[in-house]
């Protein structure tokens, strides 16, 4: 399922995007800029609505410097800031679309479907994956790493590209061994835990200067961390 988070410190506010979302996306709430910073260097988000008056700061700022670590995020402004300069303010930062308080649930829940759709259409359909230490074709099946500001072409087997392919699907996400386990083998393989280990292993040797961004999470399993351009 999809995850949402709700930057926002009105309760009935987030009561209302609950409804919204309910048997869509997985909901996370927080009420401070902090919390949300905390929570995206530890979760990975399919998208984040957030309101731009908030005990610790400015949204909009919040926004524009977000952008430089996870550019691949997009961003829901949902305020009562109505005015036109507003609007132009929240997109020059980055946000991807701008809706005002008072809000109907079913037009946000709408433009919430059609906004994760589209992201899933277009990661679907790309091929390739780009980011300042790493590139990727999916047709021709070429890795390639930056070393010494060069790119150098990465020789890995079918399945260290499938489970490169399954991390560059989910940048800024923990994904858990049994997740791996079950989306790369399928459940009704038996493989343990730490052939997932093992592979991931592999994996980041061969990418050697930059191993860095498959980053191992204690107790838990993987997150893909690349520099976005």
């Known amino acids: 399922m999809n995850s949402v988070i709700l930057v926002e410190d009105s309760k009935e506010i987030y009561q209302m995007v609950a409804q919204s979302c309910s048997h869509l996306t997985e909901l996370t709430w927080v009420k401070t800029l902090e919390e949300a910073r905390i929570a995206i ?11 731009v008056d ?8 919040f926004c524009s410097s977000i952008q430089t670590t996870h550019a691949y995020l ?20 980055g946000a991807d679309d701008y809706i005002t308080k008072p809000f109907s649930p079913l037009e946000l829940r709408a433009r919430i479907e059609a906004k994760l759709r589209k992201s899933k259409q277009q990661m679907i359909k790309s091929d390739s994956y780009s980011w300042q230490e790493l590139q990727i074709s999916k047709t021709r099946q070429e890795v390639f790493i930056i070393v010494n500001g060069i790119f150098k072409k ?8 499938k489970i490169l392919m399954y991390f560059a699907a989910r940048p800024g996400e923990v994904i858990h061994r049994d997740k791996i386990l079950n989306d790369i083998w399928g459940e009704d393989i038996h493989v343990y835990q730490r052939s997932v280990d093992t592979h991931v292993s592999k994996l980041r040797k061969k990418l050697e200067s930059v191993s860095h961004i498959v980053e191992s999470i204690h107790g838990s399993g993987y997150k893909f961390t690349p520099t976005p351009l």
């Open 41 to 51: 260097t530890t979760h990975g988000f399919q998208l984040m609505i957030l309101d």
């Open 54 to 61: 908030l005990p610790d700061g400015n949204g909009i700022e």
């Open 74 to 93: 997009p961003i829901f402004f949902l305020t009562g800031h109505n005015n036109l300069s507003d609007k132009v303010l929240g997109f020059t930062a």
């Open 154 to 161: 990465v020789s890995l087997t079918a399945l260290e590209f």
